[in-house]
């Protein structure tokens, strides 16, 4: 392990091309490994309906925009493994690179995306489990109204969405402390996700 960390530290992500010891694996192999959590996140439909039937994972986390096709989806529910939707399993990243642009503190985002969204994501699977549905099939119209619902608050700006929109242009331009649009913004947060 320490020859690993050593050759990573000097030639960084290309370790994979540098390490001789490692077994060697086509990529698409890789989706078929026997284990419980599979995160495919380099590519769109990379499980596909071909694909499918030899994922072997309980639970697919993607990490990557649409990895799995909606054919795919099904067939790996009526399996019996759980395929949660990417949109919900890669939203922390934005999340938490926009909180972070707002001066909040990395231990405050990281408290705020496991409480708000883990709350959301245990919601959404008692939720499938209770109608025997895929998740996405919860969770997308879900975010669908969520969607509209900013959509038409943006539509019709009010005096505080106004007087938010020019604080943040001052903060963008150093005029406004990080501290103060830290401790302003989390409520702004907490509303974006209800």
């Known amino acids: 392990m320490n020859e690993l960390i050593k050759l990573a530290t000097e030639v960084g992500s290309r370790v994979i091309d540098h390490y001789k010891e490692a077994e060697r694996l086509d990529s698409s192999s890789l989706l078929e490994l026997p284990v419980d959590l599979l995160c495919p996140c380099a590519r769109h439909n990379s499980i596909h309906a071909d694909n499918a039937d030899r994922v072997k994972a309980r639970i697919i986390c993607p990490g990557a925009n649409n990895p799995i096709t909606q054919e795919a989806e099904h067939i790996l529910f009526k399996r019996g493994m759980l395929c949660l939707p990417d949109f919900i399993t890669n939203c922390g990243g934005v999340l938490g690179g926009t909180m972070e642009f707002a001066s909040i503190q990395r231990a405050r985002i990281e408290a705020f995306i496991d409480h708000q969204i883990g709350a959301?994501?245990?919601?959404?699977?008692?939720?499938?489990?209770?109608?025997?549905?895929?998740?996405?099939?919860?969770?997308?119209?879900?975010?669908?109204?969520?969607?509209?619902?900013?959509?038409?608050?943006?539509?019709?700006?009010?005096?505080?969405?106004?007087l938010f929109q020019a604080g943040l242009e001052l903060y963008r331009h150093g005029w406004i402390p990080g501290n103060l649009v830290a401790s302003l913004s989390l409520p702004y947060f907490k509303r974006l996700l209800t």
């Open 120 to 162: 959301r994501v245990d919601w959404l699977l008692s939720e499938a489990a209770r109608q025997s549905v895929l998740p996405s099939d919860i969770a997308k119209p879900y975010a669908m109204n969520r969607f509209d619902r900013i959509r038409r608050d943006a539509d019709h700006s009010t005096l505080f969405g106004r």
